[in-house]
C-alpha cells in the first residue's frame, strides 16, 4: 500500500507538485544507498506480516486535490513554469492537466536512470482525484476534509500543507486532528510558481546528483508535529457532558482537561473561556459557550459521515464533487 496525498490547491500546481517531486527524488536515493532518504520511508507502508510485503515504501499511490470548480473545470488561468521540462503556463487549463504532465515526464527520466542502473522503477500514482470545495468558506472546507479523510480512513495519509488558501489548510489540521488520520503533515518552502524545486540548481542525472539533492531536500522538508494536542479529546467531552445537561462544575472541568493529558488544567480554564467554548454561570460552575455549539455541529457532521462512509466508498459518497482523473502517461 502506498501514500495517499491530500493537498489544497490554488492556481498554482506547483505547490502540489513540487513536494512530490522531492519525495520521488528521495525515492530515487533511496534505492541509490542514502541511508536518511531510506530513513524517511523506514515507517512507511503496511506493516509486516505474514504474506505482506512492501520492497519499496512510501511511494505515493494516490494524489487527491481540493480545488474549487473554476480551477477543476479551467475557468481560470493557472501560474506554472518548469525549466526542467520546459512547461509553461498559458492561459486557461484544467488544473489536472500540467500535473499529470509533468509527473510523467518526471517519472520517466527518473526511472530511465533506474533502468540503467538495474534498479526497481517508481510506479505512476494509481488513483487522482479532484475535490471540489469552497476554499473561502471554512465550514464547507471542513465538512469535506472530513469525509475526505475518513473515506482513506484505511490508507496512510500524508496531508500537503503548501498550497491552498489558509481556511482549507486548517480544515485540514482541524479535521485530521479530529479524526487522528493523517500520518503526516509537511511543508516544503518555495517563492516561485516553479512545478519543481527551484533551489534544486539542475534536475538530478547521476547518482552524485541525487545523493546531494537528497542532502538539500531533507534539510528544507518539515514535517509538523503530530496535530493530536488533545483539544478535540477535550471539545468532545464538553460536547458529551453537555448534551444531557445544562452546566458543569470546575472540578469535572479540570478533570476532563487533565484526562486529555494538559498537567495544569486550571490554566486551561481561561482558554476555554476566551475562545467561547464555555462560559461562566457563577462561582464553579460553567455552561456551553456559543463556539462549543457551533463545534458541535461542525464535529456531528464529521461524524455523520463516519456513519455512512461504513458502507459506502468514497467517490460514490461525494458524487460530483469528486472527479477521478486517469493517471495515463
Not at 500546481?13 to 528521495?26: E, K
Not at 475557468?75 to 506554472?80: K, S, T
Not at 491552498?164 to 487522528?180: C, E, K, R, V
Not at 455512512?308 to 482523473?325: A, F, S, T
Request: net charge neutral; charged share 30%.
Amino acid at each position: 500500500m502506498g501514500v495517499y496525498h491530500i493537498s489544497g490547491l490554488g492556481l498554482s500546481p506547483g505547490a502540489l507538485t513540487m513536494p512530490l517531486t522531492c519525495v520521488y527524488i528521495l525515492q530515487v536515493a533511496a534505492r541509490f544507498g542514502h541511508e536518511e532518504a531510506r530513513k524517511f520511508f523506514e515507517l512507511s507502508g503496511e506493516a509486516p506480516r505474514k504474506g505482506s510485503y512492501e520492497k519499496h515504501k512510501g511511494e505515493p499511490e494516490a494524489i487527491i486535490v481540493l480545488d474549487s470548480k473554476e480551477a477543476i473545470e479551467g475557468g481560470l488561468p493557472l501560474r506554472y513554469e518548469s525549466r526542467w521540462f520546459k512547461m509553461q503556463s498559458n492561459g486557461k487549463e484544467p488544473i489536472e492537466r500540467p500535473i499529470v504532465k509533468y509527473i510523467c515526464k518526471l517519472l520517466s527520466h527518473l526511472n530511465g536512470i533506474l533502468e540503467k542502473e538495474g534498479l526497481d522503477a517508481i510506479s505512476l500514482p494509481k488513483y487522482l482525484y479532484l475535490v471540489t470545495v469552497d476554499y473561502q468558506d471554512f465550514e464547507n472546507a471542513l465538512d469535506t476534509a472530513g469525509a475526505l479523510l475518513l473515506g482513506f480512513e484505511r490508507k496512510e495519509v500524508w496531508v500537503n500543507l503548501i498550497g491552498g488558501s489558509n481556511q482549507l489548510n486548517l480544515a485540514l489540521m482541524i479535521a485530521g486532528d479530529y479524526t487522528m488520520i493523517p500520518a503526516r503533515y509537511y511543508y516544503v518552502f518555495q517563492n516561485s510558481s516553479r512545478l519543481e524545486p527551484e533551489w534544486l540548481d539542475k534536475l538530478p542525472r547521476k547518482r552524485e546528483d541525487f545523493m546531494r539533492s537528497a542532502d538539500i531536500i531533507l534539510n528544507r522538508w518539515y514535517d509538523l508535529p503530530p496535530l493530536n494536542l488533545g483539544y478535540g479529546d477535550i471539545l468532545r467531552r464538553l460536547i458529551d457532558e453537555f448534551s444531557y445537561r445544562q452546566v458543569i462544575s470546575r472540578s469535572e472541568l479540570e478533570q476532563i482537561i487533565a484526562d486529555a493529558g494538559y498537567g495544569r488544567p486550571s490554566e486551561f480554564i481561561p482558554k476555554l473561556i476566551s475562545t467561547r467554548y464555555i462560559v461562566p454561570l457563577g462561582k464553579d460552575v460553567f455552561g456551553a459557550g456559543g463556539m462549543l455549539e457551533r463545534v458541535k455541529t461542525l464535529f456531528e457532521k464529521i461524524e455523520e459521515h463516519r456513519k455512512n462512509l461504513r458502507n459506502m466508498d468514497i467517490r460514490r459518497y461525494l458524487g460530483d464533487k469528486m472527479k477521478e482523473v486517469e493517471f495515463s502517461c
